[in-house]
T-cell receptor, first 111, second 114 residues
């Protein structure tokens, strides 16, 4: 059974800092891994998808890496802004199409 | 495309009543997921479908919960009878595994069972 852990659970930083959010998963036989953002009271938005054969994906100030063999992924946010404040969740997908989510990291970026 | 559409946005009902949540996935997507989110347990996968066929319903908490997908453009999640512990936000999401696309979520249904 896939278990997903995200560290830290919460993070508060001043604007402009570079951040690293961590995700670990117990079953490395994954098809891909996605990072999502959730704003309070809203649904989730997929930010990045890394296929199992890839090492990283980049979108603007976001960079996600994947080390499948060790069961780890990181989300790097460069030059953080108050608008980045949200909860960030990772979700590995298995070969059968099942996505399991971590509990998320609640990020607060102070102006 | 309008995205994944869920209805109703909010549902308040009394214990013992039947509740039906509805979802319209993005056109062309062949995978559909139902998730439940609470503060205590986070985001839990209840059931998912590929090509309208249920693949894994191991997350459905009890026989009170049932889900159907009669065609590629519509799915329902039914709770009968409802209980206060079912109160949560229920999300529907869809994707296209054929093209390894991202998962797209609806806005969710906030369910309160009194």
């Amino acid at each position: 059974k896939q278990e997903v852990t995200q560290i830290p659970a919460a993070l508060s930083v001043p604007e402009g800092e570079n951040l690293v959010l961590n995700c670990s998963f117990t079953d490395s036989a994954i098809y891909n891994l996605q990072w999502f953002r959730q704003d309070p009271g809203k649904g989730l938005t997929s930010l990045l998808l890394i296929q199992s054969s890839q090492r990283e994906q980049t979108s603007g100030r976001l960079n996600a890496s994947l080390d499948k063999s060790s069961g780890r992924s990181t989300l790097y946010i460069a030059a953080s802004q108050p608008g980045d404040s949200a909860t960030y969740l990772c979700a590995p997908e298995n070969q059968g199409g099942k996505l399991i989510f971590g509990q998320g990291t609640e990020l607060s970026v102070k102006p | 495309d309008a995205g994944v559409i869920q209805s109703p946005r909010h549902e308040v009902t009394e214990m013992g009543q039947e509740v039906t949540l509805r979802c319209k996935p993005i056109s062309g997507h062949n995978s559909l997921f139902w998730y439940r989110q609470t503060m205590m347990r986070g985001l839990e996968l209840l059931i998912y479908f590929n090509n309208n066929v249920p693949i894994d319903d191991s997350g459905m908490p009890e026989d009170r919960f049932s889900a159907k997908m009669p065609n590629a453009s519509f799915s329902t999640l039914k709770i009968q009878p409802s209980e206060p512990r079912d109160s949560a936000v229920y999300f529907c999401a869809s994707s296209s595994r054929r093209t390894n696309e991202k998962l797209f979520f609806g806005s969710g249904t906030q369910l309160s069972v009194l």
